[in-house]
């Protein structure tokens, strides 16, 4: 496979033909943050998180499917990138409804993670937040599309790994949102025992639909892996 010389961060790197800025990054220790990317998935480039600066080019380029050519001068955390990567942040945050401190997935959301890591806080930006109940309908998926931020990993795991298309992107703009059918609920027996959209969410958008509580004979909860109950004297 031809070689490919490139200068990363002001280091000179040998890449390979068709490998993308962002696993020529990744094979050299240089973290690149992403949110629509997912190294099972194709490349779409749709959240602009993994921006880079490329010399010569007249606007900022998405690593994930930028593939790199020979000679190519790359900076992954100028000035300018960092900047660029905190307002997509910003602005994500600045239409995202969900509230952390009742997100199931707060500890491990990948967005919350990313606003940390640039130190982004509560969005100075003014603007019209995404609202929808919460819709579980299915017995085996939640979803609460206040918090999805139209990353698309779930169509395209859903198309792409689990092989159910269930999943679209629907309306334009501001009110596009992830669709079922002709944007109707949740209550597919497909979903049953399949749980790849919700391992593949980076928020608390999709998530496992919980067991409710059993109690015992006496009226008690009953805690799952707690063991068995006491038994009656």
Known sequence: MK???????GKKVTGREGQTILELAGENGIDIPTLCYHPELPPIGS????????????????????PITEGIVIQTHSPKVLEARKMIVELLLTSHCGNCFMCDKANICELRGLAAELEVGIPRLMGKKRFYPVEDVS?????????????????????EIAKKNIFDVGYRGFDSKIVVDCDRALDKE????????????????????????????RGKPIVVGAGAPEQDT
């Open 3 to 9: 070689e490919i010389n490139v200068t990363i961060n």
């Open 139 to 159: 017995p085996y998926i939640v979803r609460d599309l206040s918090k999805c931020i139209l990353c698309r990993r779930c169509v395209r795991a859903c198309r």
């Open 47 to 66: 959240c602009r998180v993994c921006v880079v600066e490329v010399e010569g080019s007249r606007t900022l380029v998405g690593s994930c499917h930028t």
């Open 190 to 217: 497909a979903c049953r025992d399949c749980e790849v959209c919700t391992s593949f969410c980076p928020t608390g958008a999709l998530s496992k639909k919980k067991e409710p509580f059993k109690e015992d004979k």
